[in-house]
């Protein structure tokens, strides 16, 4: 099998101090599980080149630029986002969206929209999908999608009911799905995986965070993908070797990628 995790954060393990990890031990890890390519995702615009050196040191490693909605401050500047978006490697925007599950403030919910209304402007600029992020903000979120034609893109780590993956299956978006679906109090969500056309779905880790059963209390890895599509391949009646050939194809058509 070739499995892709679509969406994790590399340099996470670095920025938050996680000990025992070094990224050669998490490639090797994947690999061996599998899981033979990664989508390293970019959350500030000062990990950026952090990123850019991982992504130079493994050839199975790719990246994103984008400023994550909780990860907005004063240094934000858009111009500075397009300037590193231009670079060559990028092969998508994000991740970006909205987040109002801890913010309330109005004023700071229009910063974010304003933020993620940039990154979708560079995004169509460039000709490259943008990855959402949506919690607590997901009719914002589509709402503002939907103004803006030939748009590709990928709500990740999804997390909503039917009628939202209704809704951004509409727009022509991509649902990508987490260990949240592990999970024993994830009913809803596999619900919503059901619903969800082979043909628009994508798996991820958002590794180091949502951490599949059984490593529940461990920090998450891209390894762990594995567990991931095997939870998948149950809800979806299908082969793991069948269903890995269809994520494969669903990545590199989205991401516009070659191998």
Known sequence: MFLIDSHCHIDKFHY???TNYNLKNLIFNAESNNVKLLLTVCTKLNHF????SINKSYNNILISCGVHPLFIDNNYNYHRLLDLSLNNDVVAIGET???FFYEKNLIKKNIQKKVFIDHILIAKKL?????IHTRNSFQDTINILKTYNRLSGVFHCFNEDVKCASLALDIGFYISFSGILT?????TIRETLKYIPLNKLLLETDS???TPE???GTYNQPAYLKNIIECVSIIKNISLKKLSDILLNNFLQLFKINI
């Open 127 to 131: 000709n490259k999908p943008i990855i």
């Open 16 to 18: 938050d101090g996680i």
């Open 208 to 210: 180091p965070y949502l």
């Open 49 to 52: 080149h952090e990123l850019v």
């Open 183 to 187: 999970f024993k109090n994830a009913k």
């Open 97 to 99: 969206g909205l987040d």
């Open 214 to 216: 059984p490593y529940r």
